[in-house]
C-alpha cells in the first residue's frame, strides 16, 4: 500500500452533494458529526468546497435538474477521490425508479464523466449513521 | 562546505522547516481537540494534522481555468517561504544567538508576507467567492499592522535604557527583558497577541479563512499539495508567531535547563490564550474589525507609548 | 468599472458548488435591505405524482414517506385517511391512537431538531450540538417501535403496519420523562434570555393578514395568529379524545414562532403520555379487500403544517390521480412578505423560523443590484451571528450558559 | 359556528355552481365551469373566509379538472371546487394568484405538468421542471403518459 493511499484512509474530508433526496439521508450525515457519533474521531470532516474534497457524499436519486450540478462538482474534486452513494436512491433509484423527472442513479451520472470512477454504495433508508461510517470503512480498505 | 551544508540543516531540519512543522502541527492539534471538547466531542487523533498534510500531499492539483497559474503556484511558496525565515531566524537567535542588528524589522516584514500571500494566490484564482475573501483579508492585513509596529515601539522604548546603543532594534537583546511585566508592556502584549490572532486567522477575526466558511474564504480554489502547502504554512505559524511574541514581550526562550522549562512554558501559555480567545467569541465583521484596531487598540497603545517614554525617562521600571 | 465588479457577482448561479444545497435562493438588496426574494425549485423534483399512479395503494404509503424525510409519519397518514376518506373504511381504536403516538414522537424529534438549528443560526453552536444529542433517544424510541430511525411508514389503509409492544411502555414513558425536563430548560432558556429577545423578536414578522393570503400553515401560522392546526380543527387519528391544547402566538416574528415550536414540544409529550395510557387493546388493522371508485381528501398536521392529499380511484388497484402538498410549499412563498424589508443579517434566521425543510435554508445567494456585494450562505450566517453579538453587548447579558440546558 | 352558517354563506354562490355534492359531514364538493371558477374561489377566499390549501389538476381524457382545495377551519370541512376545462388544445383559466398569492407556485407547477395556461397570473415561468425539459411535453397528460 503506497503511502497515499494510507494517509487518504487516515484523513477522509468529505463534502455533501444533495441530488434530490428527502433530507433524511442528509440528516444522518450532520448526524455524523454530532457528539453521539463525532466522525472526527477518524480524521473525517465535513468540507465546504469539493475542491478540498477526497469524498463525495451523494444523497438522492439523482434529478434531471442535478445532474449537470453532480458532474461539475466531481469534475472539481481533485483525484483520487470516492464517490459514496448514500441511500437506496443514490444507489439504484430505489422507489423513485419511474420518475419522469429522474436521470440518475448516481452511478450512471458519474460514470458518463469518469468511466474509471471510484463508487462505493452506503444502502438504505436511510442508512444508519453506523452504516455509513461502516461503508466508508469498507470502502477505504478496498483502495 | 560544511558551513554550507550546516546552514542547510539548520534551515532544513533544526530549527528550521521539519522542527518547526512538527512543532506546528502538535499546536494544530491541540486547537482542534480543544474545540472539540468543548462541544462535548472526543475530537481526532494526535497525528492527524500529519494524515491531513500526507494525503493532501498525495492528491491531484486542479488549477482553475481561469487563474493567473504562475501567481496561483508560487503564492503558497512564496507564504511558506517567509513563515520559514521567520521561524529558523527566531530559532537561530534563541539557540545559536546569532543576531544581526534591526532583526526585529526583518520579522516585522516576514510576518507580513503569509498574509500577502494569501492575498495574492487568492486573487489570482479567479473565484467570487476568493474575490471577497481577498478583499477581507486586505482590509485585515491594513487593520493589524499599524498596532502591531506601535506594540513593538512600546517594546523598544522600554528596553532601550537597558540594552547597548546601537543593540535596540535587536531580537536577542530585546529577548532579555520580560517587557510584559509592566503596564505599557502589557498594554502591547495584549494588543499585539488579538494581532496574532488575526494573522493565524483564528475567531474573533477568522473574517477571510473561517473553518466554516472556507468555502467562500481565500484558499476556495486550492487543491492537493498548493493546500498543502497553506496548510503548513498555519501549521508553522502556530509555532513562529507565539514564539515571536514570547521572544519580544515574556523574556525569550532557554536552551537548556530552567530557562528551556521557562520558555516552553511560556510558549504554551501564549497557545492557550488563542485557544480560549479562539473559543469563547463570535465572529467580527470585518468593520468591527477595522474599528477594533484602529480605534481601540491605537488608542490604547498611544496610551502605553506615553507610559513607556515616562516610564524610561523617570526610570520607573513598572510604567 | 461597475462592469468588472459586477461580473463575479452574476456567476454565482444554482450550478456553482458552493450552493451545497438543491434549492435556490436569490436575494436582491438595496444596501442592508432585502427588497425582492426569488425561488427556483426543481432541483429535488422527483415526479412523485407521477410515480403514486404506478403503485398500488399499499405502496404508496412507502412512496409518501419519503416526500420529506422528517415529516415521514404525516405524509402516510395523510395519504391513508385521504383513501379511508371514500373507501368507507374505519381504522381499530388502538391504530388510531398507535398513529396518534408515531406522529407526536415525530413531532417531538423535529421541533427539536429545529432548536438545535436554529442555535446554529444564531452563533449558539453548542446549542446545536446538544440539541441534537437530545433528539436521539427518541429516534431510537421509533426505531424500537417501527424498525427504521426515519421513514417509518407505520399506517396502512386500514390501520398500522407496526404495533407498539406493551413493553415498551415503561421506556417511553421513561425517555419522555428525560425530555421533558431538556425541553422546559430549553424553552425557559428561550424565554428569559435577554439576547434572545433582542436578536427574535421584531424579525421576519409575517402578519396575521399576509399569513392568510400566503395560505400558511403549521406553526408558521400559529405563530402569526392564525388558529390553523388539523389536529384540532378536523380531530384524526385519537386527537380528539386527548386534552391538549393548541398553542398560538400574535406577533408573527421569528420569537413567536420559536416560542411555538418550544411549547408544541411539551404539548406532545403530554400527548404521548396520555395516549399510551389510554391505548386500548385489540387489533391494529382491519382487513380492506378493495378500494371502491371514489375521491377523497386527508390531510394531518405535520411538524412543519398541514400535509394535504387528494387520492382518486377509478376502482383498480392503482390510483388515477394522486395529490401531494407538503406544508413548506405554502410556507416558503410566505418568505416575500416575510423578508422585504428586513436586514440581510436576519435573512437566515428568517427562513429558518419557518423551517422549510432543514437544507432549504443553506441555498441562498444575495445579489445586490447597487452595490454588487454578494452574501452566500456563510456571510449570512454571519452576519446572523454577528448580530446576536453585537445585541449580546448592547445588553450586557451573560452568556448561555451549558449547565442551563 | 355550524354547518347552517356555512350553507348560508355558500348561498351566495349558488347560481354559478352546478351542484353541491356532500360525500361525508366534513368533505364538500363544488363542481363549476372554468369561467366561474374564479369568483367562487374569490368569494371562497374573501366572504366565507376558507383558507387556501392547494390546487389538482387532472387530466381526464376528455377534459382537463382542476380542483381547488379549500380548508374551513372552523368546521374542520375541506371544500373542493372542481372546475371543468373542455378545451384541450388550448387549455386556460383565470388565475387566482391575484388575490391569493399563496396561489402562484401551484398555478406554475400545473402549467409546467398539464400545460394550462393562467391567464393573469403575476409570474408564469417554469417552476419545477429541469431547465432542459422539452417545451410543449407535459409529464401528467395522459398521452405523455402513454
Request: hydrophobic share 45%; with cysteine; glycine share 8%.
Given at each position: 500500500m503506497s503511502w497515499k493511499t494510507w494517509s487518504l484512509k487516515k484523513s477522509v474530508w468529505v463534502f455533501h452533494v444533495n441530488t434530490g433526496a428527502c433530507n433524511n439521508c442528509d440528516?444522518?450525515?450532520?448526524?455524523?458529526?454530532?457528539?453521539?457519533?463525532?466522525?472526527?474521531?477518524?480524521?473525517?470532516?465535513?468540507?465546504?468546497?469539493?475542491?478540498?474534497?477526497?469524498?463525495?457524499?451523494?444523497?438522492?436519486?439523482?434529478?434531471?435538474?442535478?445532474?449537470?450540478r453532480l458532474k461539475e462538482v466531481y469534475r472539481q474534486t481533485p483525484k483520487p477521490c470516492v464517490v459514496f452513494a448514500i441511500g437506496a436512491c443514490a444507489c439504484d433509484k430505489g422507489i423513485f425508479h419511474a420518475g419522469y423527472h429522474v436521470v440518475g442513479p448516481v452511478d450512471k451520472i458519474v460514470r458518463e464523466e469518469d468511466p474509471n470512477a471510484i463508487i462505493a454504495y452506503v444502502p438504505g433508508c436511510p442508512p444508519k449513521p453506523e452504516a455509513m461510517i461502516s461503508g466508508v470503512v469498507k470502502a477505504l480498505s478496498a483502495l | 562546505m560544511s558551513s554550507a551544508l550546516s546552514n542547510l540543516f539548520w534551515i532544513l531540519i533544526f530549527p528550521g522547516f521539519l522542527f518547526t512543522v512538527v512543532l506546528g502541527l502538535a499546536a494544530s492539534w491541540i486547537v482542534r481537540k480543544v474545540s472539540a471538547l468543548v462541544q462535548w466531542r472526543v475530537g481526532p487523533p494526535f497525528a492527524q494534522p500529519l494524515y491531513d498534510i500526507m494525503k493532501l500531499m498525495g492528491k491531484e492539483i486542479l488549477l482553475p481555468q481561469e487563474a493567473q497559474r504562475h501567481v496561483f503556484i508560487a503564492a503558497p511558496l512564496v507564504g511558506l517561504a517567509g513563515v520559514l525565515l521567520l521561524s529558523t531566524m527566531l530559532w537561530r537567535i534563541t539557540i545559536a544567538e546569532t543576531a544581526f542588528v534591526g532583526d526585529i524589522i526583518v520579522a516585522i516584514y516576514l510576518m507580513v508576507l503569509p498574509s500577502l500571500a494569501l492575498i495574492l494566490g487568492s486573487s489570482a484564482s479567479a473565484s467570487p467567492h476568493a474575490a471577497i475573501g481577498t478583499s477581507r483579508e486586505m482590509k485585515l492585513v491594513l487593520g493589524y499592522e499599524l498596532p502591531l509596529v506601535l506594540a513593538f515601539v512600546v517594546v523598544i522604548i522600554k528596553t532601550a535604557g537597558h540594552v547597548e546603543p546601537g543593540q535596540q532594534l535587536s531580537l536577542a537583546a530585546i529577548s532579555e527583558h520580560a517587557t510584559v511585566l509592566s503596564v505599557s508592556g502589557m498594554l502591547a502584549f495584549l494588543a499585539s497577541l488579538l494581532c496574532v490572532q488575526a494573522k493565524l486567522g483564528f475567531v474573533p477575526f477568522d473574517i477571510a479563512e473561517s473553518e466554516t466558511e472556507v468555502a467562500s474564504g481565500v484558499i476556495i480554489e486550492y487543491s492537493g499539495a498548493l493546500l498543502a502547502v497553506w496548510k503548513l504554512m498555519h501549521a508553522m505559524m502556530l509555532v513562529a508567531l507565539p514564539l515571536f511574541l514570547v521572544m519580544v514581550f515574556l523574556g525569550g526562550f532557554g536552551t537548556a535547563g530552567w530557562p528551556l522549562v521557562a520558555g516552553i512554558g511560556k510558549y504554551v501559555l501564549v497557545l492557550v490564550l488563542i485557544i480560549l480567545i479562539k473559543n469563547t467569541n463570535p465572529r467580527m465583521r470585518i468593520d468591527q474589525a477595522m474599528r477594533f484596531f484602529w480605534f481601540y487598540c491605537g488608542i490604547a497603545l498611544a496610551v502605553a507609548v506615553i507610559l513607556a517614554t515616562i516610564g524610561n525617562y523617570y526610570g520607573i521600571s513598572w510604567l | 468599472m461597475k462592469e468588472t465588479v459586477r461580473k463575479p457577482v452574476l456567476a454565482v448561479g444554482p450550478f456553482h458548488p458552493l450552493q451545497e444545497e438543491m434549492e435556490f435562493f436569490q436575494l436582491t438588496v438595496d444596501g442592508e435591505i432585502v427588497t425582492d426574494i426569488d425561488v427556483r425549485i426543481s432541483y429535488n423534483h422527483r415526479g412523485m405524482e407521477g410515480i403514486a399512479e404506478t403503485m398500488q395503494y399499499d405502496q404508496i404509503p412507502f412512496l409518501v414517506s419519503r416526500i420529506c424525510g422528517i415529516c415521514s409519519a404525516s405524509h402516510p397518514l395523510a395519504y391513508v385517511q385521504a383513501v379511508e376518506d371514500f373507501a368507507g373504511i374505519t381504522p381499530p381504536d388502538r391504530a388510531r391512537y398507535v398513529r396518534t403516538i408515531i406522529n407526536e414522537l415525530e413531532r417531538i424529534h423535529s421541533h427539536v431538531l429545529w432548536v438545535g438549528l436554529a442555535g446554529h443560526f444564531i452563533?449558539?453552536?453548542?446549542?446545536?450540538?446538544?440539541?441534537?444529542?437530545?433528539?436521539?433517544?427518541?429516534?431510537?424510541?421509533?426505531?424500537?417501535?417501527?424498525?427504521?430511525?426515519?421513514?417509518?411508514?407505520?399506517?396502512?389503509?386500514?390501520?398500522?403496519?407496526?404495533?407498539?409492544p406493551d413493553e415498551l411502555k415503561p421506556e417511553i414513558l421513561r425517555e419522555m420523562d428525560k425530555i421533558e425536563k431538556k425541553v422546559d430548560m430549553l424553552t425557559k432558556a428561550v424565554l428569559d434570555d435577554p439576547i434572545l429577545h433582542a436578536r427574535l423578536k421584531g424579525v421576519g414578522t409575517l402578519t396575521k393578514k399576509d399569513g392568510i393570503a400566503y395560505a400558511v400553515t403549521g406553526p408558521t401560522a400559529r405563530g402569526s395568529g392564525i388558529k390553523v392546526d388539523v389536529r384540532h380543527d378536523d380531530p384524526y387519528a385519537a386527537y380528539g379524545e386527548l386534552d391538549w391544547k393548541v398553542i398560538t402566538q400574535e406577533q408573527g416574528d421569528v420569537f413567536a414562532k420559536a416560542v411555538v415550536r418550544l411549547l408544541e414540544t411539551s404539548e406532545c409529550i403530554k400527548m404521548v403520555r396520555e395516549a399510551l395510557k389510554k391505548l386500548p387493546g385489540g387489533p391494529i388493522a382491519v382487513e380492506v379487500k378493495e378500494i371502491p371508485p371514489g375521491e377523497g381528501c386527508g390531510h394531518a398536521e405535520a411538524p412543519r403544517g398541514e400535509t394535504f392529499h387528494y387520492v382518486r380511484s377509478d376502482g383498480g388497484n392503482r390510483p388515477v390521480r394522486h395529490k401531494m402538498r407538503a406544508p413548506s410549499y405554502v410556507n416558503v412563498p410566505s418568505f416575500r412578505a416575510s423578508c422585504i424589508g428586513q436586514h440581510i443579517a436576519d435573512v437566515t434566521l428568517t427562513l429558518a423560523a419557518v423551517d422549510p425543510c432543514y437544507s432549504c435554508t443553506e441555498r441562498l445567494a444575495v445579489v445586490d443590484s447597487h452595490n454588487s456585494v454578494i452574501h452566500d450562505y456563510d456571510s449570512l450566517l454571519r452576519l446572523s451571528r454577528e448580530k446576536t453579538a453585537r445585541l449580546k453587548k448592547e445588553i450586557g447579558a451573560p452568556e448561555m450558559r451549558l449547565e442551563d440546558i | 359556528m355550524n354547518k347552517k352558517e356555512l350553507d348560508n354563506k355558500l348561498?351566495?354562490?349558488?347560481?354559478?355552481?352546478?351542484?353541491?355534492?356532500?360525500?361525508?359531514?366534513?368533505?364538500?364538493?363544488?363542481?363549476?365551469?372554468?369561467?366561474?371558477?374564479?369568483?367562487?374561489?374569490?368569494?371562497l377566499f374573501e366572504e366565507v373566509g376558507c383558507r387556501f390549501v392547494i390546487v389538482t389538476g387532472i387530466d381526464a381524457e376528455d377534459c382537463f379538472e382542476l380542483l381547488y382545495h379549500f380548508s374551513y377551519d372552523q368546521l374542520g370541512c375541506i371544500v373542493t371546487v372542481k372546475t371543468f376545462i373542455h378545451d384541450r388544445d388550448n387549455p386556460s383559466i383565470e388565475s387566482i394568484a391575484q388575490i391569493l398569492p399563496g396561489a402562484e407556485w401551484i398555478e406554475r407547477e400545473i402549467h409546467d405538468e398539464l400545460g394550462i395556461e393562467f391567464k393573469n397570473h403575476p409570474n408564469m415561468r417554469r417552476l419545477i421542471l429541469a431547465d432542459d425539459w422539452p417545451e410543449g411535453v407535459y409529464p401528467l397528460r395522459k398521452d405523455t403518459k402513454k
Amino acid at each position: 500500500m503506497s503511502w497515499k493511499t494510507w494517509s487518504l484512509k487516515k484523513s477522509v474530508w468529505v463534502f455533501h452533494v444533495n441530488t434530490g433526496a428527502c433530507n433524511n439521508c442528509d440528516i444522518e450525515i450532520v448526524n455524523l458529526l454530532t457528539p453521539k457519533f463525532d466522525v472526527e474521531r477518524f480524521g473525517m470532516k465535513l468540507v465546504g468546497s469539493p475542491r478540498h474534497a477526497d469524498a463525495l457524499l451523494v444523497t438522492g436519486v439523482v434529478t434531471r435538474q442535478a445532474a449537470p450540478r453532480l458532474k461539475e462538482v466531481y469534475r472539481q474534486t481533485p483525484k483520487p477521490c470516492v464517490v459514496f452513494a448514500i441511500g437506496a436512491c443514490a444507489c439504484d433509484k430505489g422507489i423513485f425508479h419511474a420518475g419522469y423527472h429522474v436521470v440518475g442513479p448516481v452511478d450512471k451520472i458519474v460514470r458518463e464523466e469518469d468511466p474509471n470512477a471510484i463508487i462505493a454504495y452506503v444502502p438504505g433508508c436511510p442508512p444508519k449513521p453506523e452504516a455509513m461510517i461502516s461503508g466508508v470503512v469498507k470502502a477505504l480498505s478496498a483502495l | 562546505m560544511s558551513s554550507a551544508l550546516s546552514n542547510l540543516f539548520w534551515i532544513l531540519i533544526f530549527p528550521g522547516f521539519l522542527f518547526t512543522v512538527v512543532l506546528g502541527l502538535a499546536a494544530s492539534w491541540i486547537v482542534r481537540k480543544v474545540s472539540a471538547l468543548v462541544q462535548w466531542r472526543v475530537g481526532p487523533p494526535f497525528a492527524q494534522p500529519l494524515y491531513d498534510i500526507m494525503k493532501l500531499m498525495g492528491k491531484e492539483i486542479l488549477l482553475p481555468q481561469e487563474a493567473q497559474r504562475h501567481v496561483f503556484i508560487a503564492a503558497p511558496l512564496v507564504g511558506l517561504a517567509g513563515v520559514l525565515l521567520l521561524s529558523t531566524m527566531l530559532w537561530r537567535i534563541t539557540i545559536a544567538e546569532t543576531a544581526f542588528v534591526g532583526d526585529i524589522i526583518v520579522a516585522i516584514y516576514l510576518m507580513v508576507l503569509p498574509s500577502l500571500a494569501l492575498i495574492l494566490g487568492s486573487s489570482a484564482s479567479a473565484s467570487p467567492h476568493a474575490a471577497i475573501g481577498t478583499s477581507r483579508e486586505m482590509k485585515l492585513v491594513l487593520g493589524y499592522e499599524l498596532p502591531l509596529v506601535l506594540a513593538f515601539v512600546v517594546v523598544i522604548i522600554k528596553t532601550a535604557g537597558h540594552v547597548e546603543p546601537g543593540q535596540q532594534l535587536s531580537l536577542a537583546a530585546i529577548s532579555e527583558h520580560a517587557t510584559v511585566l509592566s503596564v505599557s508592556g502589557m498594554l502591547a502584549f495584549l494588543a499585539s497577541l488579538l494581532c496574532v490572532q488575526a494573522k493565524l486567522g483564528f475567531v474573533p477575526f477568522d473574517i477571510a479563512e473561517s473553518e466554516t466558511e472556507v468555502a467562500s474564504g481565500v484558499i476556495i480554489e486550492y487543491s492537493g499539495a498548493l493546500l498543502a502547502v497553506w496548510k503548513l504554512m498555519h501549521a508553522m505559524m502556530l509555532v513562529a508567531l507565539p514564539l515571536f511574541l514570547v521572544m519580544v514581550f515574556l523574556g525569550g526562550f532557554g536552551t537548556a535547563g530552567w530557562p528551556l522549562v521557562a520558555g516552553i512554558g511560556k510558549y504554551v501559555l501564549v497557545l492557550v490564550l488563542i485557544i480560549l480567545i479562539k473559543n469563547t467569541n463570535p465572529r467580527m465583521r470585518i468593520d468591527q474589525a477595522m474599528r477594533f484596531f484602529w480605534f481601540y487598540c491605537g488608542i490604547a497603545l498611544a496610551v502605553a507609548v506615553i507610559l513607556a517614554t515616562i516610564g524610561n525617562y523617570y526610570g520607573i521600571s513598572w510604567l | 468599472m461597475k462592469e468588472t465588479v459586477r461580473k463575479p457577482v452574476l456567476a454565482v448561479g444554482p450550478f456553482h458548488p458552493l450552493q451545497e444545497e438543491m434549492e435556490f435562493f436569490q436575494l436582491t438588496v438595496d444596501g442592508e435591505i432585502v427588497t425582492d426574494i426569488d425561488v427556483r425549485i426543481s432541483y429535488n423534483h422527483r415526479g412523485m405524482e407521477g410515480i403514486a399512479e404506478t403503485m398500488q395503494y399499499d405502496q404508496i404509503p412507502f412512496l409518501v414517506s419519503r416526500i420529506c424525510g422528517i415529516c415521514s409519519a404525516s405524509h402516510p397518514l395523510a395519504y391513508v385517511q385521504a383513501v379511508e376518506d371514500f373507501a368507507g373504511i374505519t381504522p381499530p381504536d388502538r391504530a388510531r391512537y398507535v398513529r396518534t403516538i408515531i406522529n407526536e414522537l415525530e413531532r417531538i424529534h423535529s421541533h427539536v431538531l429545529w432548536v438545535g438549528l436554529a442555535g446554529h443560526f444564531i452563533g449558539y453552536d453548542t446549542v446545536f450540538m446538544w440539541a441534537w444529542k437530545y433528539r436521539e433517544p427518541v429516534l431510537d424510541l421509533l426505531e424500537k417501535i417501527t424498525g427504521n430511525r426515519n421513514n417509518y411508514g407505520n399506517v396502512r389503509v386500514g390501520g398500522c403496519r407496526e404495533d407498539i409492544p406493551d413493553e415498551l411502555k415503561p421506556e417511553i414513558l421513561r425517555e419522555m420523562d428525560k425530555i421533558e425536563k431538556k425541553v422546559d430548560m430549553l424553552t425557559k432558556a428561550v424565554l428569559d434570555d435577554p439576547i434572545l429577545h433582542a436578536r427574535l423578536k421584531g424579525v421576519g414578522t409575517l402578519t396575521k393578514k399576509d399569513g392568510i393570503a400566503y395560505a400558511v400553515t403549521g406553526p408558521t401560522a400559529r405563530g402569526s395568529g392564525i388558529k390553523v392546526d388539523v389536529r384540532h380543527d378536523d380531530p384524526y387519528a385519537a386527537y380528539g379524545e386527548l386534552d391538549w391544547k393548541v398553542i398560538t402566538q400574535e406577533q408573527g416574528d421569528v420569537f413567536a414562532k420559536a416560542v411555538v415550536r418550544l411549547l408544541e414540544t411539551s404539548e406532545c409529550i403530554k400527548m404521548v403520555r396520555e395516549a399510551l395510557k389510554k391505548l386500548p387493546g385489540g387489533p391494529i388493522a382491519v382487513e380492506v379487500k378493495e378500494i371502491p371508485p371514489g375521491e377523497g381528501c386527508g390531510h394531518a398536521e405535520a411538524p412543519r403544517g398541514e400535509t394535504f392529499h387528494y387520492v382518486r380511484s377509478d376502482g383498480g388497484n392503482r390510483p388515477v390521480r394522486h395529490k401531494m402538498r407538503a406544508p413548506s410549499y405554502v410556507n416558503v412563498p410566505s418568505f416575500r412578505a416575510s423578508c422585504i424589508g428586513q436586514h440581510i443579517a436576519d435573512v437566515t434566521l428568517t427562513l429558518a423560523a419557518v423551517d422549510p425543510c432543514y437544507s432549504c435554508t443553506e441555498r441562498l445567494a444575495v445579489v445586490d443590484s447597487h452595490n454588487s456585494v454578494i452574501h452566500d450562505y456563510d456571510s449570512l450566517l454571519r452576519l446572523s451571528r454577528e448580530k446576536t453579538a453585537r445585541l449580546k453587548k448592547e445588553i450586557g447579558a451573560p452568556e448561555m450558559r451549558l449547565e442551563d440546558i | 359556528m355550524n354547518k347552517k352558517e356555512l350553507d348560508n354563506k355558500l348561498s351566495g354562490i349558488r347560481d354559478k355552481l352546478l351542484g353541491v355534492e356532500q360525500t361525508s359531514e366534513k368533505r364538500m364538493y363544488l363542481p363549476c365551469e372554468a369561467e366561474n371558477c374564479y369568483s367562487v374561489c374569490k368569494f371562497l377566499f374573501e366572504e366565507v373566509g376558507c383558507r387556501f390549501v392547494i390546487v389538482t389538476g387532472i387530466d381526464a381524457e376528455d377534459c382537463f379538472e382542476l380542483l381547488y382545495h379549500f380548508s374551513y377551519d372552523q368546521l374542520g370541512c375541506i371544500v373542493t371546487v372542481k372546475t371543468f376545462i373542455h378545451d384541450r388544445d388550448n387549455p386556460s383559466i383565470e388565475s387566482i394568484a391575484q388575490i391569493l398569492p399563496g396561489a402562484e407556485w401551484i398555478e406554475r407547477e400545473i402549467h409546467d405538468e398539464l400545460g394550462i395556461e393562467f391567464k393573469n397570473h403575476p409570474n408564469m415561468r417554469r417552476l419545477i421542471l429541469a431547465d432542459d425539459w422539452p417545451e410543449g411535453v407535459y409529464p401528467l397528460r395522459k398521452d405523455t403518459k402513454k
